[in-house]
């Protein structure tokens, strides 16, 4: 199984950053997806979660902000971040369960 995220980088208060994730060596639509974040000295977090069946949920800072989704043909989960301020500076990690994880995407978020 290997899962490679991308699209996070260094953008200024306010701009936006769509993160992607792609998965091999899983059946992707068999899964529920989640990205989780975690900020230098943290826990990690979850930020927000598609189901199978395209149910999405999301912690309330985030809310109005990020949006989740998925391609079951690609085999990517993406995160859309919008309106990014300098607490959604992280590490962004997609995650399927059963403890497999990426190597993330930092983003970072200037003042």
């Known amino acids: 199984v290997q899962l490679v995220e991308s699209g996070g980088g260094l953008v200024q208060a306010g701009g936006s950053l769509r993160l992607s994730c792609v998965a091999s060596g899983i059946i992707f639509s068999t899964y529920d997806w989640g990205w989780y974040r975690q900020a230098p000295g943290k826990s990690r977090e979850l930020v927000a979660s598609i189901s199978r069946g395209g149910t999405t949920n999301y912690i309330e800072s985030v809310k109005g902000r990020f949006t989740i989704s998925r391609d079951n043909s690609k085999n990517t989960v993406y995160l859309q971040m919008n309106n990014l301020n300098p607490e959604d500076t992280a590490v962004y990690y997609c995650?399927?369960?059963?403890?497999?994880w990426g190597q993330g995407t930092q983003v970072t978020v200037s003042s």
């Open positions: 995650y399927p369960g059963y403890n497999i």
